[in-house]
């Protein structure tokens, strides 16, 4: 039989089409198996002022526990890259319903970084019009919702790099009461060199969503530099990285993708506006507690440390904590970036210190985090902190 370069073309398309269904199968099959949904009380979609659409969801308290009416709302904010389960990917690992079993009334906002996208959509999502737009509109639709006059904030990576931002921009500090801060850089660094050197117009957009569904099923097998990269695979329980993977992962925007390829390029300093977001957080007086990795290659603790020092620096008595997670500071394992959301051990060395600092009272003794004031990084580092070395923290306002 004589093969005649039609018939060739013919077989090898007819492959490429098995090819494509078999791997829109697999797909399929692996997607609806590691699917995780949670139940929410409230579910809502809202318009910001620009037109962007965002979500809120509000996380159901279990039976039994005992709400908490003079304490504020709580608001969990994702990183890019990240939808609303950021901090919600399954129940036993999860900072909303952590907070919710203590009675606290706990919101997710989906940014519109964190939605399936259209292309006109895509376009409108800048780092700049979340600050504007979407924190402001999340934050006064709870207060409405709740009657609160304000909320407790809670920012993972880019959750708590807008609030930087945001602060005396959009969001009255008035509308504040506590915040946390995990693993959000003041200042950003990349590990890969090139991306100093690209302009951010030449950046496409990352197809997360896709990529992370497709090889979910087999990203716990055999830990790569990529798995070091964005957490310490040690320290992240089975099963938890095929489920954030399928469940929790977004695509990065082209524009949102340019405006962190901006600030690397350059000095690595946080701009809106041509603004270093940095210097708004000189006069900020509201609470902080700020949470680093000691392995974490996405935010260094030096990096979190930036917006720390500049937390209030005009405003010594502004009460604020910096805490690092890893071996040497008391920790089971040195936490990277992904796990300082679902940490085999965050329960008890993340989730419940959150919770103490944002209960209605704080004494000295419960700060979960010994520092205080303008320590050096590398003091911090260079020994194991105890608890009689702290300062004491000023009293907090009421809740």
Not at 102 to 128: M, Q, Y
Not at 350 to 364: K, N, S, V
Request: glycine share 8%.
């Amino acid at each position: 039989m004589v093969w005649t370069f039609g018939a060739t073309l013919l077989v090898a398309l007819a492959l490429a089409v098995l090819a494509a269904i078999g791997l829109w199968a697999h797909l399929l099959y692996w997607v609806k198996r590691l699917t995780l949904p949670l139940e929410y009380s409230v579910e809502e979609v809202l318009r910001t002022e620009d037109g962007a659409p965002i979500e809120i969801r509000r996380v159901p308290r279990p039976d039994g526990a005992e709400a908490q009416p003079d304490l504020p709302p709580i608001l969990l904010v994702h990183g890019l890259a990240a939808n609303h389960r950021n901090q919600d990917i399954h129940p036993d690992y999860s900072l909303a319903r952590h907070l919710a079993t203590l009675g606290r009334d706990v919101w997710l906002l989906t940014l519109r970084s964190g939605r399936l996208l259209t292309r006109a959509e895509r376009r409108s999502v800048r780092f700049s019009a979340m600050v504007r737009y979407d924190l402001p509109c999340a934050i006064e639709a709870i207060l409405e919702r709740t009657g609160a006059r304000s909320l407790d904030y809670v920012g993972f990576s880019m959750g708590g790099m807008l609030l930087y931002a945001a602060l005396g921009r959009s969001v009255s500090g008035d509308r504040v009461r506590r915040v946390v801060i995990v693993g959000s850089p003041g200042r950003l660094t990349t590990p890969v060199r090139l991306m100093r050197f690209l302009p951010g117009r030449l950046l496409p957009g990352v197809p997360l969503r896709l990529m992370a569904r497709s090889v979910a099923f087999a990203s716990e097998w055999l830990p790569t530099p990529i798995h070091h990269a964005v957490a310490n695979p040690r320290n992240v329980p089975p099963g938890v990285t095929r489920l954030a993977l399928v469940n929790c992962i977004e695509d990065i925007p082209a524009a949102l993708n340019a405006d962190f390829a901006a600030w690397m390029a350059g000095d690595g300093e946080i701009r809106v506006d041509g603004e270093r977001v940095l210097d708004g957080l000189a006069s900020v007086a509201a609470p902080a507690l700020f949470i680093a990795g000691s392995a974490d290659r996405i935010a260094p603790a030096s990096a979190v440390r930036a917006a720390f020092d500049a937390w209030g620096r005009d405003r010594p008595e502004t009460p604020k904590r910096f805490l690092v997670l890893g071996r040497d500071f008391g920790a089971r394992e040195d936490y990277g970036h992904g796990d300082l959301a679902v940490g085999a051990y965050t329960g008890v060395e993340l989730f419940e210190p959150i919770a103490r600092f944002l209960g209605p009272d704080l004494q000295a003794e419960d700060a979960p985090g010994p520092e205080t004031g303008a320590v050096a990084l590398e003091a911090i580092q260079a020994r194991q902190p105890t608890s009689d070395e702290a300062a004491p923290m000023p009293d907090l306002p009421a809740a």
